[in-house]
């Protein structure tokens, strides 16, 4: 099974319009990290946004959200008011810790496009 | 601007040859990651340095291998290349005081 599920190939938003990227994980682990990256057409990796697995509240920063559901195993990216930099790649990933374990796990990714 | 650092930006090299892709971590972390991306595979850990000792192996081919020096910078080493070897290399580096792991730029290898 795979370990980071992101559904959405690609999405089309028109600009200052809220928009989720959805992600699915699975893990047995108790404790564990979930992270949002953004990679835009220059290729470099940005980070976003970190949701660790005993955090109560769910984590924001500026404009991105993380909709955490525990039970669920979802940790979906929320952007409001999106702007047309926000086009890019979105990846979802996870860190399982198990000993000796920091590897992140990365989602096939999602494809925003922000239609002005 | 993560902080991390990876040169070259791009490298272009024939199939059978060896390159080096250098990565200097953020101030003061201990920890270093290298990633590949590719088309088919998607974004895969390689392995891990901490503090000039491996402390984890992913998909690493044999033909692969990495080392991290004393002023904790890293590189990895590709020999014998092939077609398929065409990638993004990423290095990413954390410290002890968070949980994330900032990345570079990136190098893009090319194998004609």
């Known amino acids: 099974a795979q370990k980071i599920t992101q559904t959405q190939p690609g999405m089309f938003v028109q600009e200052k319009e809220a928009v989720t990227l959805d992600c699915t994980y699975d893990t047995s682990d108790q404790s564990y990290g979930l992270f949002w990256y953004k990679q835009p057409s220059s290729g470099e990796m940005i980070f976003l946004i970190y949701q660790g697995s005993y955090d109560e509240q769910n984590a924001t920063e500026g404009r991105y959200s993380l909709n955490f559901q525990k039970a669920r195993k979802s940790a979906n990216l929320v952007i409001s008011a999106s702007q047309l930099g926000d086009s890019a790649m979105y990846f979802c990933?996870?860190?399982?810790?198990?000993?000796?374990?920091?590897?992140?796990?990365f989602g096939t990714g999602t494809r925003l496009t922000i239609i002005p | 601007d993560s902080g991390v650092t990876q040169t070259p930006k791009h490298l272009i090299t024939a199939t059978g040859q060896r390159v080096t892709l250098r990565c200097s971590p953020r101030s003061g972390d201990l920890s270093v990651y290298w990633y590949q991306q590719s088309l088919d595979q998607g974004l895969q850990f390689l392995i891990q340095y901490y503090n000039g000792e491996e402390r984890a192996k992913g998909n690493i081919l044999e033909r692969f291998s990495a080392q991290q020096f004393p002023d904790l910078h890293s590189e990895l080493n590709l020999s014998s290349l092939e077609l398929g070897d065409s990638a993004l290399y990423f290095c990413?580096?954390?410290?002890?005081?968070?949980?994330?792991?900032?990345f570079g730029p990136g190098t893009r290898l090319t194998v004609l």
């Open positions: 990933a996870m860190r399982e810790d198990y000993f000796g374990n920091e590897k992140l796990t």
């Open positions: 990413a580096s954390r410290g002890g005081l968070t949980d994330t792991q900032y």
